[in-house]
């Protein structure tokens, strides 16, 4: 069970919830993930995106119910692991949205890299945009937790050039 | 469209190139995306195909690099079931069947 220690001011967390409370009602009726061309059969096709929905909902769910709790930002958190992993894929959803919703006008190599001028951007975008860096932060720390052996090895080495082993 | 390859007539040269078309295998394709973690998406190919870190690594640095990998090939249904569960964790993933 991952357990993460969290110092955050009580006016960012009151900043994250709103962001991510407003994210999360975008998500509420639209996935992130492109699905086209998944299936030619519209039934079977809308099964899959009500699928995934439903996925998400509770995902986000999860994200909310633990950084509404009054503890969260005060000091250790426990996560479980279940709870750990919809955490992780509410992150990656909620950052995809505000990066398609938000950020569109920041070239993705930025993002990427993170050169970013928080500065530059207006109020309303570096709130969002402080939210997005702390979600990635957040999947890091639970990332390292659960899963020390990837931190580990993980290189961002632009050198390192994929071999050609097949899947 | 695979689906183009079908013949009313099963007799004519259609259903042969129909039998091709569905014993070719099928890939998934994750493809890359300016968001995701590159731990996250070593992790999420580890837990969902069970590949070791050195393996997910390197479908990793394929995406990130070279904008796509094949990160799994063989029939079309368990292909499905994994690029739904790729997109639950919010890969960009999709289903391309093998060329002939």
């Known amino acids: 069970m991952p357990k993460i220690e969290l110092k955050i001011s009580p006016f960012f967390i009151e900043t994250l919830v709103d962001v991510v409370e407003r994210v999360t009602k975008i998500l ?30 509770e995902d986000c769910a999860h994200l909310l119910s633990i950084i509404e709790n009054h503890d969260f930002g005060q000091g250790v958190i426990a996560i479980d692991d279940q709870q750990a992993d919809a955490t992780l894929r509410a992150c990656s959803a909620i950052r995809l949205k505000i990066q398609q919703t938000f950020l569109q006008d920041i070239p993705s190599e930025a993002l990427e890299t993170g ?53 | 469209m695979w689906t183009d390859a079908f013949d009313d007539n099963p007799d004519t040269e259609g259903s042969a190139a129909t039998l091709t078309e569905v014993d070719r295998p099928w890939h998934v394709v994750v493809r890359n995306d300016p968001v995701n973690l590159m731990s996250y998406v070593v992790m999420v190919f580890q837990k969902v195909f069970g590949y070791t870190t050195a393996k997910a690594k390197q479908h990793m640095m394929e995406v990130h690099q070279l904008g796509e990998s094949i990160v799994w090939t063989g029939e079309r249904e368990k292909a499905e079931n994994y690029v739904y569960i790729l ?3 919010q890969l960009t993933a999709m289903l391309r069947q093998a060329d002939a």
């Open chain 1, 28 to 57: 509420e009726g639209e996935i992130v993930v492109e699905t086209a061309g998944i299936d030619e059969d519209p039934d079977l096709a809308a099964a899959w995106r009500e699928g995934l929905l439903e996925a998400l909902r």
């Open chain 1, 115 to 167: 050169e970013i001028d928080f500065y530059a951007l207006k109020p309303d975008t570096q709130k969002v945009f402080a939210c997005y860096v702390f979600l990635a932060s957040w999947q890091e720390m639970l990332l390292a937790e659960m899963y020390p052996h990837i931190a580990e090895e993980i290189s961002f080495d632009e050198g390192d050039v994929p071999g050609d082993e097949e899947a």
């Open chain 2, 87 to 89: 997109q639950q964790w």
